[in-house]
């Protein structure tokens, strides 16, 4: 069962692509249904800069708003954190 962390924010993909240690796992994204010689299949979806991941409070960039599904982003350094808190603003409230 997927788990459900207590804070997740969203973010732009182009935003988190600022990073310049990024690196993304983009065959983990979330599956979109498409209709392929009147076949209904799943296949991944195609991220773009105007799509939008979570970035959750163990600082794991997902495709859903699950800590553990989807994972895009998961090479967390004190270069991310500080990039997530100095040019995201990402603050987890406390309490």
């Not at 997927?2 to 994204?29: I, V």
């Not at 794991?60 to 997530?84: A, L, P, R």
């Amino acid at each position: 069962m997927a788990t459900m962390g207590k804070y997740c924010k969203a973010y732009s993909l182009k935003k988190l692509r600022q990073f310049n240690q990024w690196t993304e796992h983009a065959e983990n994204s979330r599956k979109e249904k498409k209709q392929i010689d009147r076949k209904e299949v799943e296949i991944n979806r195609n991220l773009t800069d105007d799509d939008f991941l979570y970035l959750q409070e163990n600082y794991v960039v997902t495709d859903s708003i699950f800590q553990d599904e989807n994972i895009i982003f998961d090479n967390v350094t004190s270069e991310w954190q500080k990039f997530c808190k100095n040019t995201l603003l990402f603050d987890i409230p406390v309490g």
